[in-house]
C-alpha cells in the first residue's frame, strides 16, 4: 500500500488515494490531453523518456504508442500496476530518485514544479538534472497565470463523462496555498485538496537555474509548457 499521505494532502472517493491525494481510480478514467501532442513536437522521435509522476499511464500510454521508450515513475506501487508497456516502471518518491542513467527527455508534468514545499521542489528538479543526458531536454508543465485567482471554474473531460471544479484555492502562508478539486462522474466523486506555490516567470527560472538548467523555449502560447535545457 501507499505509504503516508503527505502534510496538506488529501483524497477522497472510492478507491486508493495515493500520498498526494490522488486517487488511482481517478486517474485510470480521465482522458489524455494535449501533452502527448506537445511532447511528440517537442523532441526526437522515438527518444527514451523519463516521466516523472507517471501516475496510472494517463499520458504514459501513447506516448508509448507514439514510440517513445518511456520509463515510468511514481511513489504509488497501486499507480504503477496500471500502467503498461512501458521499458520499466519505478516505485520511488520523485526527489529522492536516482537511476544512475541519463535519457534523452525528462517530464516534470501534471504542475509538480509547483509543490508547495520548497525542498521537495529543488529535489524535483535536481531529479531532473540528474537524468538528462548533457544534450538531451527536461519538458515541464507550469500552472495557467490566473490558475490560483479564477476560482471556483470548472470544465467537462467529455472524453471521460465527468466534471472537474477547482472549487477553492485559500491561502495558508509563506505563498502557498490550499487548492480543492472535484471530480464528479455520474456513478462517482472523487476530491483531491494539496498545497500549490505560484511561481511567477522570474521565480520559475530562477529554480531552474539553481538546478543547473535553463529555459530553451516556452512551447505554448499560454506557457504552461516549457522545454529546459542542461547548462
Not at 517513445?68 to 506501487?77: G, K, L, M, N, Q
Not at 508497456?85 to 509538480?112: H, K, N, Q, W
Not at 490558475?147 to 491561502?171: F, K, L, N, Q
Amino acid at each position: 500500500m501507499s505509504r503516508l499521505m503527505r502534510e496538506g494532502h488529501q483524497g477522497t472517493g472510492p478507491g486508493a488515494i495515493t500520498p498526494d491525494g490522488c486517487a488511482v481510480d481517478l486517474y485510470s478514467r480521465l482522458s489524455v490531453g494535449r501533452e502527448p501532442d506537445v511532447v511528440e513536437a517537442a523532441v526526437p522521435a522515438g527518444a527514451s523518456l523519463l516521466e516523472l509522476g507517471s501516475g496510472a499511464g494517463r499520458v504514459t500510454h501513447p506516448l508509448i504508442e507514439r514510440g517513445f521508450r518511456v520509463t515510468a515513475v511514481d511513489e504509488s506501487a497501486e499507480m504503477l500496476e496500471r500502467v503498461r508497456g512501458a521499458v520499466r516502471t519505478v516505485r520511488s518518491p520523485i526527489e529522492s530518485l536516482s537511476l544512475g542513467e541519463t535519457f534523452d527527455v525528462v517530464m516534470l508534468a501534471s504542475f509538480l514544479v509547483h509543490v508547495g514545499d520548497t525542498s521537495v521542489r529543488d529535489g524535483l528538479l535536481r531529479a531532473c538534472r540528474e537524468h538528462v543526458s548533457d544534450d538531451g531536454c527536461v519538458l515541464i508543465q507550469r500552472e495557467g497565470l490566473d490558475w490560483h485567482s479564477d476560482v471556483p471554474r470548472e470544465r467537462v473531460d467529455e472524453g471521460a463523462g465527468c466534471t472537474i471544479r477547482i472549487v477553492s484555492a485559500e491561502p495558508v502562508g509563506d505563498g502557498v496555498d490550499s487548492l480543492l478539486c472535484e471530480y464528479v462522474f455520474p456513478d462517482a466523486r472523487w476530491t483531491q485538496t494539496f498545497l500549490s506555490r505560484p511561481l511567477s516567470e522570474e521565480e520559475f527560472e530562477g529554480c531552474l537555474g539553481e538546478a543547473g538548467l535553463v529555459v530553451d523555449t516556452y512551447l505554448t502560447d499560454d506557457g504552461t509548457w516549457v522545454r529546459a535545457l542542461p547548462r
